[in-house]
């Protein structure tokens, strides 16, 4: 069942694509890839502890907001057969 209003937070493809873009420059930063010989390590740590909590709290965002989706749509499918029903 589709509700009539306009699409949920989880069902727009940005929260997803920000998810995904914070968890892969987390990787990068983390692996450790410079050819700086090492100077920037410490920066490049600090930006994937940075990055992995953004990408945790995205995470967080979109595993509520998808069982929020789940409830509001259980709840109007209960309250359209309940309607069917005349209870």
Do not use: Y
Request: charged share 20%.
């Amino acid at each position: 069942m589709r509700l009539s209003r306009e699409p949920h937070p989880v069902d727009r493809p940005s929260l997803l694509i920000s998810m995904i873009a914070c968890g892969g420059l987390g990787t990068l930063a983390a692996s450790g890839w410079n050819g700086d010989a090492g100077r920037f390590q410490p920066i490049a740590a600090v930006l994937a502890v940075v990055l992995f909590a953004c990408f945790l709290i995205l995470f967080t965002v979109f595993w509520v907001g998808w069982l929020m989706r789940g409830h509001e749509l259980w709840r109007e499918e209960r309250r359209g057969a309940s309607g069917k029903d005349g209870t």
